[in-house]
């Protein structure tokens, strides 16, 4: 990866010495990752995500993707948190 490694030492302004411990990865060649992050089309979180929150009877969707942190753990959690309060008040 030296091109990504001097493409981002310009854009930081940084130097070679600054750089100690630089890594990247290509996820894609990961064997048990395959992958990096989802990508959306313009149209797709507006026309799909309003019924991936809603809940669906028992049935009910959490994931990072419709989350206030979209393409984090943190927006996994908080989703999971989310659709946890909702079953919990129908329950009681
Ligand atoms: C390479 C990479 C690096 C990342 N690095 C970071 C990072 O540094 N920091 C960060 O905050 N986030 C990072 N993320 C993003 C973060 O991992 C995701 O946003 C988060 O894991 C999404 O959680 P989730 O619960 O929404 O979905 P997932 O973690 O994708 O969980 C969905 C689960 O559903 C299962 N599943 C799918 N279909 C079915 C089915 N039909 N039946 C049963 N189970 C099914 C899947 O096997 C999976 O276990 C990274 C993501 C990738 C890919």
Request: aromatic share 20%; charged share 10%; hydrophobic share 30%.
């Given at each position: 990866m030296p091109r990504l490694r001097a493409h981002l030492l310009a854009l930081l302004g940084l130097h070679e010495e600054d750089a100690d411990g630089f890594a990247a990865q290509?996820?894609?060649?990961e064997r048990h990752i395959g992958g990096g992050y989802p990508v959306f089309s313009p149209d797709q979180p507006t026309r799909h995500g309003p019924s991936l929150r809603a809940d669906h009877g028992r049935v009910h969707f959490a994931d990072a993707d419709r989350?206030?942190?979209?393409?984090?753990t943190e927006g996994a959690v908080r989703d999971g948190n989310r659709v946890a309060s909702e079953i919990l008040t129908r329950l009681r």
């Open positions: 290509a996820w894609h060649d989350s206030t942190w979209p393409g984090t």
